[in-house]
């Protein structure tokens, strides 16, 4: 097992990452999926996802095989040990690496989904559209909010204080993101705002906050004067 492990390693410094999400290059899925990946290095194998299942297909040529998998643990080489020692899979080095990189990058698309994204790279997915006035540029605007890290890690919450959050938008007065994100949402309006380092604090750290990082806000416009 070691050795198998041992190749996979080498093999992954060997290929490069070159994916696409076209699942018109994979065989018919059993289910509706919401990505798949492929790479023309690895001929004939097509991974698909399907957001929130612990479980995923992999196509070998014309075979569609399921693969029980815990996201959660997708760092753990425990995880994939299973597969590797799973007799009715036979999962090879090839394919161990393929499934490897395959999982990171659906990791890394799976919190796009139902995202609308800006040219600016900010993303906007509406949870309740409100029906009063988008705020423009300087009005003051109140909101409640929760600031969320890519793991999940909640760094702050107005809702948390029971006290909302007044700022003047579209000034600077706080990120870019939030800025971009506020005066596209009607009074009313609760939505999660996908906000990119350079929209947020760039390669600033701070507080809990990590440099370089992708900031996730549960937002709601409360009000507009």
């Not at 998998?69 to 007799?87: A, C, E, G, I, W």
């Not at 700022?167 to 994100?181: A, H, R, T």
């Not at 906000?195 to 809990?208: F, K, M, N, V």
């Amino acid at each position: 097992m070691k050795n198998f492990l041992f190749l996979t390693t080498i093999l992954s410094f060997i290929f490069s990452v070159s994916a696409y999400a076209q699942c018109d290059k994979c065989n018919p899925a059993s289910e509706e999926v919401d990505f798949c990946y492929t790479d023309t290095r690895f001929e004939g194998l097509c991974a698909k996802f399907k957001e929130g299942k612990s479980y995923f297909y992999m196509d070998r040529k014309k075979k569609e095989l399921r693969i029980d998998f815990d996201f959660n643990k997708s760092s753990d080489p425990l995880s994939y040990k299973k597969m590797v020692t799973n007799k009715k899979l036979k999962i090879s080095a090839i394919e161990l690496l393929f499934i490897q990189t395959a999982i990171e990058v659906w990791n890394d698309e799976k919190i796009k989904i139902g995202y609308e994204f800006l040219p600016s790279g900010l993303g906007i997915k509406v949870l309740t559209k409100g029906d009063g006035e988008k705020p423009q540029k300087g009005q003051k605007v109140t909101v409640h909010y929760t600031g969320l890290l890519e793991d999940g890690k909640k760094f702050d919450s107005s809702r948390d204080r029971n006290r909302p959050f007044e700022f003047n938008v579209g000034v600077g007065e706080v990120i870019k993101g939030w800025d971009e994100g506020v005066m596209n949402l009607p009074v009313g309006s609760r939505a999660m705002l996908l906000i990119p380092a350079e929209l947020g604090y760039g390669s600033r750290a701070i507080g809990p906050i990590p440099a370089n990082s992708t900031l996730f806000f549960d937002i709601e416009v409360i009000g507009v004067k």
